[in-house]
């Protein structure tokens, strides 16, 4: 699975990085940022968690 992150479209929240902070990062104005384009294991599963949390829509998983 690969993480696509809408940076035009993230709110900045941060339920992501609360989420996986080893997945996601947010740059200096809040915008996500992702560290592990390919996540696998615990990471998978905690991306996708942050994906389906979004408030934005911003996450996407591309299988
Ligand atoms: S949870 Fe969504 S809106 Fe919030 S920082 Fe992450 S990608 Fe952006």
């Given amino acids: 699975m690969k993480i696509a992150a809408d940076r035009d ?20 104005d809040g915008i996500v940022v992702v560290l592990v384009e390919e996540p696998d294991g615990a990471d998978a599963d905690k991306a996708r968690e ?3 949390l979004c408030p934005s829509g911003a996450l996407r998983i591309i299988e």
Wanted: hydrophobic letters at 35%; one cysteine or more.
């Fill in 9 to 28: 479209t993230c709110i900045g929240a941060g339920l992501c990085v609360g989420t996986s902070d080893t997945v996601f990062d947010q740059d200096d």
């Fill in 50 to 52: 942050a994906v389906s």
